[in-house]
C-alpha cells in the first residue's frame, strides 16, 4: 500500500525566514509521481509541483525549492524568505499506476508578519 | 482558459436526505475525480470517471455514487446523508487519468445536521 507521511502538522515562521515542509513516502513500485498542492483558507487545492520517480534532480521556482531523495523515500518543500501569503496548509501526495492520488494530512504553515 | 468549477459552494442539508454535487473540468480535460476532505485531514479519493466510466472507486459506501456526461461534468450523489458526510467535497479534473496532474476546484462545503 502507498502511505504519505508528512509529519509537522503546524509550523509557524517569522515573515522572512526560510521554512522545510518535510514528506516521506511510501510505495512498492518503481514508478511513481509526487506532488506538491497548497490549500489557502478558501478551500482550493492549487497545484504547486509534480515529479517523477526517475527525476531525481532537485527544482527551484522563485522562492520555492524541492528537494527529492529516493534514498530516504523524502521529496521535502522549501520556502525561501517566506511571506505571509504563503500561509496555508500544504499537502504532499503520490500517485503510482492508476491508482488514486494519496495525499498526507497536510501541514499547516503559518508566517508571522 | 477556465479553471474546475463546482457547484453549490455551500450546502446544508439534514440527515437523511440526498444531495447532488456538480462539477466542470477544465476545457479539453476529460477525466474526472472526486475527493473527500473532512476537517483537518487530506483529501480522501471517493471516485475516478474518465470518458464517462468509472476508472476508480475509494472506500466509500454504495450511498455514494457518480457519473460523468457527455461534455465530461459530473455529478457526485450522496444518498441517506449522515452527520460523519459533513465535508469539503472537492472535483479535480486531468487531460487523460489519474497518472496525470490533476487540478482541483473549489469545493462544495457539506454541513449535514
Known amino acids: 500500500a502507498q502511505k504519505v507521511t508528512q509529519a509537522q502538522t503546524e509550523i509557524s515562521v517569522v515573515e522572512k525566514e526560510d521554512v522545510t515542509l518535510d514528506c516521506v513516502y511510501e510505495?512498492?513500485?518503481?514508478?511513481?509521481?509526487l506532488f506538491w498542492y497548497k490549500q489557502p483558507p478558501s478551500g482550493e487545492l492549487v497545484f504547486l509541483i509534480r515529479r517523477n520517480s526517475f527525476d531525481e534532480q532537485n527544482e527551484i521556482s522563485g522562492r520555492y525549492s524541492w528537494n527529492f531523495q529516493k534514498s530516504t523515500s523524502s521529496f521535502n518543500f522549501t520556502i525561501t524568505a517566506s511571506q505571509v501569503v504563503d500561509s496555508a496548509v500544504y499537502f504532499c501526495a503520490l500517485h503510482f499506476g492508476n491508482e488514486k492520488l494519496t495525499f498526507g494530512t497536510g501541514t499547516r504553515l503559518t508566517i508571522i508578519p | 482558459d477556465a479553471g474546475v468549477t463546482q457547484s453549490p459552494t455551500h450546502l446544508i442539508k439534514t440527515r437523511g436526505q440526498h444531495v447532488t454535487l456538480r462539477c466542470s473540468p477544465i476545457s479539453g480535460h476529460k477525466s474526472v475525480s472526486w475527493y473527500q476532505q473532512v476537517l483537518g485531514q487530506g483529501p480522501q479519493f471517493i471516485f475516478q470517471y474518465y470518458e464517462k466510466e468509472e476508472r476508480g472507486r475509494g472506500n466509500f459506501p454504495d450511498r455514494f455514487s457518480a457519473r460523468q456526461f457527455p461534455n465530461y461534468s459530473s455529478e457526485l450523489n450522496v444518498n441517506a446523508l449522515l452527520l460523519g458526510d459533513s465535508a469539503l467535497y472537492l472535483c479535480?479534473?486531468?487531460?487523460?487519468?489519474?497518472?496525470?496532474?490533476?487540478?482541483f476546484g473549489p469545493g462544495t462545503r457539506l454541513l449535514v445536521l
Open positions: 479535480a479534473s486531468s487531460r487523460l487519468g489519474v497518472q496525470e496532474t490533476q487540478y
Open positions: 510505495t512498492r513500485d518503481t514508478t511513481y509521481y
